[in-house]
C-alpha cells in the first residue's frame, strides 16, 4: 500500500475509505518489518522511528 493513501475496502457497493493508520499501527508495522530484516536482538528504538517515519 502506498504510504499516506488512505486505504480503501473493494466489495459490494461503492468502495469505502478506511481511516488512515494511527500512529500505533505504524510502529507496530514498523516492528515487524525491522524485525523480519534484521532480526529482534539488533532492534533499536531509532530503527523503529525510521521505518515508521515518525520523529
Not at 523480519?36 to 533499536?44: D, E, I, K, N, V
Amino acid at each position: 500500500m502506498a504510504k499516506g493513501q488512505p486505504r480503501r475496502v473493494i466489495g459490494g457497493g461503492a468502495a469505502r475509505r478506511l481511516p488512515l493508520p494511527s500512529d500505533s499501527d505504524k510502529i507496530i508495522e514498523a516492528i515487524l518489518a525491522c524485525i523480519a530484516r534484521q532480526g529482534w536482538r539488533r532492534l533499536s528504538l531509532a530503527d523503529i522511528a525510521a521505518e515508521a517515519e515518525l520523529p
